[in-house]
């Protein structure tokens, strides 16, 4: 069973940074997708940066090119985030995602349905 666990969120001032881990099991980490999304309040989720672990493909959301990082540890089947110059508008429930179809990478606006879901982990940028 596929099992997606996502720490790192907390609380920081904008132009601060975090970084997000998603600690992956139960499927080959190398022959999926792996995305991250988020969803603030009252707005529908959107894609945030998605990796394709078969080939290196990411995608960036317009809003966070230049900020953000996708990279992963494939020996610890982990994902990252790592998010820099965060603004009050980064704020959101951000989650991690997983799908064998390594297409799925793309993740622009909404994003593919991907099948597997992680709890979230809060971020808040304080202004």
């Known amino acids: 069973e596929v099992h997606l666990v996502e720490s790192g969120g907390g609380l920081v001032q904008a132009g601060g940074s975090l970084r997000l881990s998603c600690t992956t099991s139960?499927?080959?980490?190398?022959?999926?997708?792996i995305g991250w999304f988020r969803q603030a309040p009252g707005k529908e989720r959107e894609g945030v940066s998605c990796i394709s672990n078969t080939d290196g493909s990411t995608y960036y959301g317009n809003s966070v090119k230049g900020r953000f990082t996708i990279s992963t540890d494939n020996a610890k089947n982990t994902v990252y985030l790592q998010m820099n110059s965060l603004k009050p508008e980064d704020t959101a429930i951000y989650y991690c995602a997983a799908d064998r179809n390594p297409t799925y990478y793309y993740c622009s606006g909404y994003g593919p349905p991907y099948t597997s879901w992680g709890q979230g982990t809060q971020v808040i940028v304080s202004s």
């Open positions: 139960g499927f080959t980490f190398d022959d999926y997708a």
